[in-house]
């Protein structure tokens, strides 16, 4: 990826009955990505130190990438169309004294949420910042 990753933080998680919002912000600048519903409420409970009765996707991807010894090191939003993103989890396994990285395409939903639940950097393409819509 290029050295001109812009970084991002989470303003905040809006959740309604339709859709879960990860509002982003570069500098004083906020876009939102939008999720279903149940996102954002299972981000909420894991953040509020409540579980699941169930493992959900982002517990299973954790248990597998803990296993592994599988780290995330940052994740990208690196592209819109319209009001769709496409981001990329960049991942780094050390194994047999042989330091592997790995760059896997995800929904965006799921690279935030493993992001917000594992402290990891959230970056996006410059080229993302001249495209989207901010918020007032």
Request: aromatic fraction near 8%; hydrophobic fraction near 45%.
């Amino acid at each position: 990826m290029s050295q001109s990753l812009k970084p991002l933080s989470l303003a905040k998680i809006m959740q309604s009955k339709t859709y879960t919002a990860f509002v982003l912000q570069h500098d004083t600048k906020q876009f939102a990505i939008y999720a279903e519903p149940h996102v954002g409420k299972y981000i909420q409970m894991n953040l509020s130190g409540q579980t699941a009765q169930r493992p959900r996707t982002f517990d299973l991807m954790n248990t597998l990438l803990l296993s592994l010894h599988v780290e995330i090191t940052q994740v990208v939003i690196s592209g819109v169309e319209d009001t769709i993103f496409t981001a990329k989890l960049f991942l780094k396994q050390e194994l047999d004294g042989i330091t592997h990285y790995l760059e896997v395409d995800a929904r965006p939903s799921d690279c935030l949420s493993l992001a917000i639940e594992n402290n990891v950097p959230i970056f996006c393409m410059p080229e993302v910042l001249e495209k989207v819509v901010f918020l007032s």
